[in-house]
């Protein structure tokens, strides 16, 4: 079955830290991957996505995230985080022909102290 | 921007009673989802829905378990009988391929006492 795992579940940060948060996947056929971004409060919000192409992808606000097939890999970056980036981040995976559903990685806590 | 709208944002209920979460998802999306998040844990999905009928549900959506498409626009999850454990926030989403991102509603927090 499908899962996604994420490594960090609480990561705190000053302003102008780099980011980095794990995402691992277990799927081995094609698959989209996706970051979303929960604001306190607030509904999930799409951060970046990728399908295919350039394994670099650059979302919003931001942030990018590189696939590696070889690791099952879809880690999130941002080389400067500010205060407002404080929210939960979370990595999920479709495979493509499913019903469309989002298989959800546990979410990691971000707190960025200013 | 279009949004994905859910009612209400805070539900209390006793348990054993019924309840319904209303979504009213994007005008020209297809594919309607129901996920939850029970506190601490993952977003877990429940069931997808296309074409007036369900399309995947997961071992969570059980009998207890019911979704409507009433009217055209809304998109409703019943649950019969809550349990204590189906205290959670519940978090709808709709998309226009299946293929393509979803927009999730704020959701609604579900507390069975």
């Known amino acids: 079955a499908q899962s996604v795992s994420q490594h960090n579940h609480h990561v705190i940060l000053s302003e102008a830290a780099s980011l980095e948060l794990g995402c691992n996947y277990s799927y081995g056929g094609t698959v989209n991957l996706f970051w979303y971004v929960q604001y306190p409060g607030q509904h999930l919000q799409l951060l970046l996505k990728?399908?295919?192409?350039?394994?670099l992808v650059k979302g919003i606000k931001g942030f990018e995230a590189e696939f590696i097939k070889s690791k099952f890999s879809f880690n999130l970056r941002k080389p400067s985080v500010q205060w407002s980036d404080t929210a939960e981040y979370f990595c999920a995976v479709n495979a493509p022909g499913n019903t469309g559903k989002l298989i959800f990685g546990q979410g990691t806590t971000l707190q960025v102290k200013p | 921007e279009p949004e994905v709208t859910q009612t209400p944002s805070h539900q209390v209920t006793q348990m054993g009673q019924e309840v319904i979460l209303r979504c009213v998802p994007i005008s020209n999306h297809l594919y309607f989802y129901w996920y939850r998040q029970i506190l601490g844990q993952k977003v877990e999905f429940l069931v997808s829905f296309y074409n007036n009928e369900i399309s995947e549900k997961s071992e969570i959506f059980d009998d207890q378990f019911s979704v409507e498409r009433p009217d055209g626009s809304n998109f409703t999850l019943k649950i019969r009988s809550t349990k204590l454990e189906d205290s959670a926030m519940y978090f709808c989403a709709s998309t226009e391929r299946r293929d393509s991102p979803l927009h999730f509603g704020n959701g609604t927090r579900l507390t069975v006492t």
């Open positions: 990728y399908f295919s192409g350039d394994p």
